[in-house]
């Protein structure tokens, strides 16, 4: 089974999260704090990361979490950046995120987004 992480407070985040990886072989974990992720990333084997960039946490941001699992030596996490506002994209994608959501997204689109970055690195979205 692999690990997606959910960063964020938004209750509404996480559920779409839940329900777009539903019946697949992939657990859910909420993490609140984006300053926890690096230490999560680092603990366990995790498959995926999706932030909340506008989250804040003690000792950093949503925006700052892609650039913290990448300081750490870890390209293999694939870390998605959610915003509700598009212009942050090139923001995201420049501070090392691999992929970028646009809030309100349909369950199909995250799906997708997630299968390609899984098939690329050798892994899959098994349902």
């Known amino acids: 089974m692999g690990l997606i992480l959910a960063v964020g407070s938004q209750p509404e985040l996480i559920e779409m999260i839940t329900v777009a990886v539903r019946e697949t072989d992939y657990q859910i974990h909420r ?10 990333v680092e ?13 804040t946490g003690k000792t950093i941001t949503g925006m700052d979490v892609a650039e913290a699992i990448r300081e750490q030596g ?3 996490t694939i870390v998605i950046a959610v915003s509700d506002e598009s212009a942050d994209k090139y923001v995201a994608l420049a501070a090392g995120f691999d992929a ?3 809030q309100p997204f349909d ?3 995250l799906r997708a987004t997630l299968q390609m970055y899984l098939s690329e690195a050798g892994m899959t979205l098994r349902t």
Do not use: C, Q, T, Y
């Not at 993490?31 to 999560?40: C, L, M, S, Y």
């Open 100 to 102: 970028f959501l646009v």
């Open 107 to 109: 369950f199909s689109r």
């Open 43 to 55: 603990s366990v084997h995790v498959d995926a990361v999706i932030v909340d960039i506008h989250e």
């Open 31 to 40: 993490v609140k704090d984006p300053g926890k992720v690096p230490h999560v």
């Open 74 to 76: 870890n390209n293999e």
